[in-house]
């Protein structure tokens, strides 16, 4: 599909998450992209159904990381009118999975940032028409900064007032996006994740959770908790940490370590695609930390681990209105089976009314190099609202 279709579409879609227009246009028009006719020999392709959409799901069809983080900033944000514009984005590198995992906290409360792709000294057409359209209206919490860069990497955009976070490898970069977003907010939060700085598919979940919540993301080596991030913990004043992962992600050593800073739960799969099970089923019940989702009536997105900058495109569906915890596929053409088995169990059902059920929705990221359409229909399936029998065995 041609991503001007794709974007226009998205657009269509968003119209529903971002509610109506107060009037208070500033911005510029997005362009008429006028639909096939029936005649049209190529209508079919152009319309894109059912990889588009289905009836339970919808695709973020970019063929790389950088389209997929466009089509979600203008789902979330449709940029038609003052109210629809963000206040800022953040630019993170196209290579550096690290930073767009840990800078989804800016996509939360009070900054509410959308994240961007950055290919070296130049943005993409995408991330620069994105960009553009988006024209962001400055964050008082960052000096009226327009876009935020994550290092030194990312192109600085002409015409817009920028702000940087740097540091000089992954984890002092993870630090200082904590300390900047800790001063935006006033205080630090009550909870961390620590998540792999070196296994990208077991950290892809928690930067829906960072952008849902506002919860740092502090990042470890396997064998050696970095002093940056010892450091950043322990300006949390004895947080509730969070592992993510299992032992041969993030060892022992680094959990006794991290105990010395507060108080720590590990939230582990075997697998990354039961890892980010486990997240979104994780309810610390006494604090407002995790999803909990174990009954129907969620929104879901949906990545592949081969490529890992998706959880961070995937984010912003995390707030505005959608609130979807990442899971994750380790393969394009189906569903592996414990993410089958754990939509089965949140399958929404109805016994009489289903205008008085609750439902699922799936969105997808990437193109069909991704998830397929053979997965998407049964992903469709799995999500859709189905009749049940009361007192069944």
Not at 268 to 291: P, Q
Not at 321 to 339: E, M
Request: proline share 7%; charged share 25%.
């Amino acid at each position: 599909m041609h991503l001007r279709t794709l974007l226009a579409l998205l657009l269509i879609a968003a119209a529903g998450l971002g509610g109506c227009s107060l009037g208070d246009d500033d911005s510029k028009p997005s362009p008429l992209i006028p639909g096939p006719s029936s005649e049209d020999a190529e209508a079919d392709e152009k319309l894109g159904f059912p990889s588009t959409a289905t009836k339970n799901t919808i695709r973020v069809s970019g063929g790389d990381a950088a389209a997929d983080a466009a089509g979600v900033a203008s789902a979330v944000f449709p940029g038609t009118s003052d109210s629809t514009r963000p206040t800022a984005v953040v630019l993170v590198e196209e290579d550096d999975w690290q930073a767009g995992v840990t800078a989804a906290a800016l996509m939360a409360t009070p900054i509410g940032a959308p994240l961007l792709v950055s290919d070296g000294d130049e943005l993409s057409e995408v991330s620069k028409d994105t960009l553009e359209r988006l024209n962001p209206k400055g964050s008082d919490l960052s000096k009226d900064a327009q876009v935020i860069r994550i290092g030194d990497k990312p192109a600085r955009p002409d015409g817009y007032k920028t702000a940087v976070i740097e540091g000089k490898d992954p984890y002092e970069r993870a630090a200082a996006i904590d300390r900047f977003f800790s001063a935006a907010k006033g205080k630090p939060s009550t909870s961390v994740v620590v998540a792999s700085g070196e296994r990208a598919e077991f950290a892809m979940p928690a930067a829906a959770w960072a952008a849902h919540s506002g919860d740092s993301v502090l990042l470890t080596r396997k064998d050696e908790l970095p002093a940056e991030t010892r450091k950043a913990v322990a300006e949390h004043e004895k947080p509730d940490i969070y592992v993510l992962g299992p032992a041969e992600v993030i060892s022992e050593k680094v959990v006794t370590e991290l105990k010395k800073l507060g108080k720590v739960v590990r939230i582990e799969g075997d697998t990354a695609v039961e890892n980010a099970i486990a997240f979104a089923r994780y309810d610390a019940g006494r604090s407002d930390f995790g999803w909990g989702i174990e009954v129907p009536g969620y929104n879901f997105t949906l990545a592949n681990t081969g490529r890992p900058l998706d959880a961070a495109a995937s984010a912003a569906l995390a707030t505005e209105g959608v609130f979807a915890p990442l899971l994750l596929t380790d393969t394009a053409d189906a569903l592996p089976k414990p993410l089958e088995l754990y939509l089965l169990s949140v399958q929404p059902g109805y016994e009489d009314d289903p205008g008085q059920a609750v439902y699922n929705r799936m969105w997808i990221l990437g193109d069909e190099s991704q998830v397929s359409v053979g997965a998407q229909a049964r992903l469709d399936q799995v999500t859709e609202l189905i009749p049940v029998q009361a007192n069944a065995p």
